[in-house]
């Protein structure tokens, strides 16, 4: 999908009634990640507010576009969830997504990981 185009995101895995959100929660992102995004991430933006110590995976591997709207959204998670003592990874990261947080500067700021794998591994080290 290209910038412009209509290109929409579509998250997966908040099914669940926010109330019923579990410590740990993984959702998938695909398209395009900017202020059209908004709307379709406020549901995971309120469960990242509500539960204390979730740990939350996002999977960006289907994420295709991302701009400082997107990035924002991001930060504001894993700080949402960072504050009520939790744990945000954002997971596999696309190389052009990657690339474009590369020139933003805020790699380091992001927990990004390669894989699930990476993510186990990354947390047996912080151990």
């Known amino acids: 999908m290209m ?3 209509g290109a929409s995101l579509t998250v997966e895995g908040l099914a669940v009634p926010l109330g019923q959100v579990a410590p740990r929660l993984r959702v998938r992102l695909a398209g395009s990640l900017d202020h059209r ?3 379709r991430l406020r549901p995971l933006l309120r469960a990242a507010a509500a539960h204390a110590g979730l740990c939350l995976r996002i999977d960006l591997a289907g994420v295709d576009f991302i701009d400082a709207s997107g990035v924002g959204v991001l930060l504001t998670l ?3 969830v960072r504050g009520r003592g939790g744990a945000a990874e954002f997971l596999n990261p696309a190389p052009r997504v990657r690339r474009i947080l590369a020139g933003m500067g805020i790699t380091d ?3 990004l990981l390669e894989s699930s794998a990476a993510a186990t591994e990354g947390r047996s080290r912080a151990a």
Do not use: D, M, V
Request: proline letters at 8%; zero cysteines.
């Open 109 to 111: 700021q992001l927990a």
């Open 3 to 5: 910038r412009g185009e």
């Open 78 to 80: 894993q700080e949402a």
């Open 37 to 39: 995004a908004l709307p």
